[in-house]
C-alpha cells in the first residue's frame, strides 16, 4: 500500500508560523514522523508540498497511491476546483489540519472538500496526520 501526504500552502512554514497554534515542528520533521508511522504497517508514504492550487490538483491527479492523507490549508476553505478533484479522484482522502478550525475565525469554519472526503481530522497537531495514516490502511 502506497499513501500520498499531500501539504497546501504555507505549511512549509511549519516551525516558524505562529508556533502557539501550529507547533515547533517542521513540516521535514512531521513527514519524518509520519514516514515512520506508516512504516510499521508497511505501508509505502510519498510526501508532497506545494503553495499552488494548481499543482496540487496535478499531483491529485497523478497519483499512483491508494488513499491520500491532505492538508489543503487556506485551499479548504474555498477551493470548488480542489474538491472537484478529490470527487473524480477514486481513491479515499482523508482531510486533516493541524487546528481545529471550528473554533478559529469564521472563514476557517467553511470548509468546501469535508463532503467529499472519507474522513475529516482537526485539531490534534501531527497526530492528526497519524490517525488519518491508521484510517486509511484500517479502510484499505
Not at 9 to 23: A, F, Q
Not at 61 to 82: E, M
Not at 98 to 109: A, G, K, L, N
Amino acid at each position: 500500500m502506497t499513501i500520498l501526504l499531500l501539504n497546501g500552502p504555507n505549511l512549509n512554514m511549519l516551525g516558524r508560523r505562529d508556533p502557539l497554534l501550529y507547533g515547533s515542528g517542521t513540516l521535514s520533521e512531521l513527514e519524518q514522523a509520519a514516514t515512520a508511522h506508516a512504516a510499521q504497517y508497511g505501508v509505502r508514504l510519498v510526501c508532497r508540498q506545494s503553495n499552488s492550487e494548481g499543482q496540487l490538483i496535478d499531483i491529485l491527479q497523478q497519483t499512483q497511491c491508494d488513499g491520500v492523507v491532505l492538508n489543503a490549508g487556506a485551499y479548504s476553505h474555498y477551493s470548488y476546483a480542489l474538491r472537484d478533484c478529490i470527487e473524480c479522484l477514486g481513491v479515499p482522502v482523508c482531510e486533516v489540519h493541524i487546528t481545529d478550525t471550528s473554533r478559529r475565525e469564521p472563514f476557517r469554519q467553511v470548509d468546501v472538500l469535508a463532503d467529499v472526503c472519507a474522513c475529516r481530522i482537526v485539531g490534534r497537531g501531527v497526530q492528526g496526520y497519524l490517525d488519518a495514516i491508521d484510517f486509511l490502511v484500517e479502510h484499505k
